[in-house]
């Protein structure tokens, strides 16, 4: 990068830069690449710099549409779900051994609502999330948030999300 020189845009330099930014490459890596400033590059190659990553990404999508048309289910359901909004429902219905609805409490500990206790009139299935065990392990008298006398618990089947 030397000052003082007037930099000159080839036909090669253009075409580089072009290929550098669909590669993902940071300008300021293409600008060493080229010896120049990245000041300078944004100044002579703005055009190139926004076509390059455009092509790029035209060609990706170009390359995923023909193998989800040739029938490749990876490129398939992932177009679904990137384009058409498709999603993976996942649904779990939890009951009682009286096969009622099983109760799903979730208790708060330190701003967190991580704690999920899930119980049936024969006993109680708890998962316990990280604050809780953390709360449990060092003895601490805080109690978990309940349910007051009185406050109706509603009863419905659990349906959690995977992250």
Not at 75 to 100: M, N, P, Q
Request: hydrophobic share 35%; with cysteine; net charge negative.
């Amino acid at each position: 990068m030397t000052q003082g020189i007037a930099f000159e845009p080839t036909p090669e330099r253009r075409n580089q830069v072009e290929v550098l930014a669909g590669f993902g490459l940071p300008q300021h890596q293409i600008a060493v690449l080229l010896g120049c400033d990245p000041k300078t590059l944004r100044k002579h190659f703005e055009h190139e710099l926004s076509v390059g990553d455009a092509k790029a990404t035209a060609k990706i999508a170009q390359t995923l549409f023909n193998k989800a048309v040739a029938g490749d289910t990876a490129s398939l359901i992932f177009w679904l779900k990137a384009r058409a909004g498709w999603r993976e429902k996942h649904e779990v219905e939890l009951s009682g051994t009286d096969g009622k609805p099983v109760q799903v409490v979730t208790y708060c500990w330190a701003g967190q609502s991580d704690t999920t206790t899930v119980s049936d009139p024969h006993g109680v299935i708890e998962n316990e999330g990280e604050p809780a065990r953390r709360q449990r392990e060092i003895g601490s008298t805080q109690a978990l948030l309940e349910p007051t006398l009185g406050e109706e618990v509603v009863s419905f089947p659990v349906e959690r999300n995977s992250r």
